[in-house]
């Protein structure tokens, strides 16, 4: 069965894209950066949000404007369990009540304001944000991640950018296969995803690539023959990755968190997380500085990809071969996040599996990589 | 505002394959010989004694009946200009 050719021109479709953000916990970084005493300034989901510790321990996240005069409760102090603006000294409880005005008898009715749920998990802040204001159900959750704070893995190793443009750029990337090869260097062998519930999977199997430069050793130390990576977003913003590097004689096991929360409709805040555990073959130093490698690694991943992002356009009907992944499935997955929970249809939830046949493109890439490393050895027989 | 994959109009659509160990009916498509699209439904999850097992596998028995599926032409192969599918390991 082949379809009729076609001379229309295609023509690439995108749609406004909505302000609506959405719902589900947001990674927002280390936990502990938050708990210094001080209020943090979050711009997410279109809003101005302050971030803040109280003496209590509980860290609280409300709308930055002060439902006063609307001074910026993140210029402001936190005073006990409180945060205290900065404008006339109005007291802001983590549930976004108004506990107190130093210089009134009373507090006015109606003195609440927008609090969101938070939540401690793997030592990171996550918040929750939801267009329908409700609660976060108890089933929807982030996993607990096992080597996270035990003493035979590394600590977190983490970065954060703003990427100007909007987050579902990131997510299309889960089952983009070739744009590994061909913009990260990596070499899939393997590709499969699962989408279900509120997860989203992809399994990608690799082979090291020796056309491209990376300075890991370059001959020098084990050699690295290839990479097993189940990574799962687990709601609509985080993703943890198990990712394994196979080394001659054994194997490297880290963690990797990909995750993200949009600022406004056009940007996002880009976050990577990183733990290796210790082995015979790694202890906690070579760990360490092994950490420190993939991490810098990863950023320059996340480069490559916001080199693409700036330049490109948002495209609603990508036209695709059938070696590329499930792209509208993904995206079909996604909008469960965006739409209010009644409207939730089981077209975006039920298990979806796509495996990609990579017979061609691995001959394909074989022959590139061949073609690299001839011209490369010709180039250095010229030098 | 959800959009349909256009390979499943200009290729072929996903056709129903029933699981030959559990009452599971999936609709499944196969672009290549080694290429599987499965789309399952609360029920048929439900159904299949592996998946809860194996969240990340699939069902070896419903593999082999989209393998037969397809050698029956039951389902069809939408470029079978790929390796005789004898030799196609049944797991990766
Ligand atoms: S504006 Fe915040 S106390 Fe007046
Ligand atoms: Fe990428
Ligand atoms: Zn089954």
Redesign the pocket.
Known sequence: MTAVESDAIRRIEAEAISSRFARGWHCLGPAEKFKDGKPHTVHAFGQKLVVFTGGDGKTNVLDAY?R????DLSQGTVKGDEIA?P????RWGGDGRCKKIPYSRRVPLRARTAAFPTMEKNQLLFVWNDPEGKQPPDDVTIPVIEGVGRDDWTQWRWTEQIVHTNAREVIDNVVDMAHFFYIHNSFPTYFKNIFEGQTAIQIMKGKSRPDARRDDGGGKGPRMLGNTSVAAYHGPSFMIDELTYHYEGYDLTSILINCHYPIDENSFSLHSGIIVQHSDKLPAAAAEATAEKLSTFILAGFQQDVEIWKNKTRIDNPLLCEEDGPVYQLRRWYEQFYVDVADVTPEMTDRFEYEIDTTRPVESWEREVEENLKRREAEEARA | MIREDERLLDGGPLLPVRCRTCAAEVLARKASWEQTSIQWTAEAAAACHELGADPLGTCGALRSAIQEAALAGTITVLDEHTPDPSTIPHDH
Request: include cysteine.
């Open positions: 002060c006063h005069m609307g001074g603006c404008f006339h000294d109005w």
